[in-house]
């Protein structure tokens, strides 16, 4: 993982809105990686045009992995 690839208000140092920092320390980390895995992945799968065989690659994961994290997250990528 790359500072590119992290949210904005990750890379900028800026802070969340309080509110999503609300909760205990499970419900906010969930907030975070999901927050975390949606952006990653609508980025690579735009990069790669959809292509999640050569998303997975990029992200060094398995392509299996890759489905079950979209299906998770309800991460849709609309190809052109």
Same mark, same amino acid.
């Given at each position: 993982?790359?500072? =590119?690839? %992290?949210? @904005? /208000?990750?890379?900028?140092?800026? @802070?969340? $809105?309080?509110?999503?920092? /609300? $909760?205990?320390?499970? @419900?906010?980390?969930? !907030?975070? %990686? @999901?927050?975390?895995?949606? /952006?990653?992945?609508?980025?690579?799968?735009? !990069?790669?045009?959809? /292509?999640?065989?050569?998303?997975? =690659?990029?992200?060094?994961?398995?392509? !299996?992995?890759?489905?079950?994290? %979209?299906?998770?997250?309800?991460?849709?990528? =609309? !190809? =052109?």
């Amino acid at each position: 993982i790359q500072v =590119e690839d %992290l949210p @904005e /208000n990750f890379r900028s140092g800026s @802070e969340v $809105g309080d509110s999503a920092y /609300n $909760g205990s320390f499970k @419900e906010v980390r969930t !907030k975070v %990686l @999901e927050s975390f895995y949606k /952006n990653y992945f609508q980025r690579l799968l735009a !990069k790669h045009r959809g /292509n999640i065989s050569r998303a997975s =690659e990029e992200a060094r994961i398995d392509r !299996k992995t890759v489905h079950r994290l %979209l299906t998770r997250y309800q991460i849709r990528f =609309e !190809k =052109e």
